[in-house]
């Protein structure tokens, strides 16, 4: 997919994380080699087991068995710090398909200050049990742009998604910043129709003028919604494009990784080609 990657975590670029979020099938981990025959086995036996039901001791349990030192490194190379196991995002994924929705199990696992377990939590969490309070906790105790993504798309799934939006984007802190942008853009691709085109001109306007001098993960998210615009509200391709050529070269900091980050204006252009020959 053209959009898979920057649109929802920012990890394009990046090889063993990008990808194993992306297999689906048990060919899938047999040919991928960013997974050991021990993690194969482990990723098969929980895609093959039913619903389940587990305690928050249990699911650490499973979190160590599925880690890896190598998957360590590739996190920590990416921001994220200790305690961490290195589990796959396939193994995370699958685990959360068999738990479903469990939120006093997610409080437990976010509690841990584990990764691995945050991750989880974001993602077993209930979005209509999420609080105010808990989502600002969250976003405020985290350091990793990963967990800060995997919590605002947590929160855009809320009933108070635009509240905690609007908070966010206002933010000087780094990933809180990040979160906000993060909401709106997951917000504006489930229906773009719910912001105006006077809403998204005002949001352009804030980003042309704060995004060189906000944090470095926000600036990233800020210049994924410059593109969410243009992308997915038809009536501000044009604006979002002047906008993003503007604005220029948006230097983020990727650390010790391949990543890197899209030219705004030239992604829109390519992006509408794209969906146009498809369409045709």
Not at 44 to 66: A, F, H, K, P, R
Not at 138 to 148: K, Q, R
Not at 240 to 252: D, L, Q
Request: glycine share 6%.
């Amino acid at each position: 997919m053209l959009l898979t990657g920057w649109f929802w975590s920012g990890l394009d670029g990046l090889a063993s994380l990008g990808q194993i979020k992306q297999l689906n099938t048990k060919t899938d981990f047999k040919e991928n080699s960013f997974l050991n025959e021990s993690q194969i086995h482990d990723m098969i036996e929980i895609s093959e087991l039913g619903e389940i039901q587990m305690n928050v001791e249990q699911v650490m349990d499973t979190l160590l068995e599925m880690g890896s030192e190598q998957n360590q490194k590739i996190y920590k190379r990416h921001g994220a710090s200790e305690p961490l196991f290195g589990v796959s995002f396939a193994n995370i994924k699958q685990l959360k398909k068999k738990i479903k929705i469990d939120h006093e199990l997610a409080l437990q696992l976010w509690d841990t200050e584990n990764m691995d377990a945050q991750l989880l939590a974001c993602m077993v969490s209930d979005p209509e049990q999420l609080t105010i309070t808990q989502a600002s906790s969250w976003i405020n105790s985290t350091t990793y742009y990963v967990l800060a993504g995997e919590i605002a798309d947590l929160a855009a799934k809320s009933p108070h998604s635009r509240k905690l939006m609007d908070k966010w984007m206002k933010s000087k802190k780094e990933f809180v910043k990040q979160g906000g942008y993060s909401i709106f853009s997951s917000l504006l691709k489930q229906d773009g129709s719910q912001f105006s085109k006077s809403d998204c001109k005002s949001i352009l306007k804030t980003i042309e003028t704060e995004i060189h001098d906000s944090p470095n993960r926000a600036r990233y998210s800020m210049n994924s919604s410059v593109i969410a615009i243009g992308v997915w509200h038809p009536d501000c391709a044009d604006l979002a494009t002047k906008t993003a050529k503007r604005i220029g070269k948006v230097h983020v900091d990727h650390g010790d990784t391949s990543c890197k980050t899209p030219d705004a204006a030239s992604y829109i252009e390519k992006t509408l080609a794209y969906q146009k020959a498809k369409a045709h």
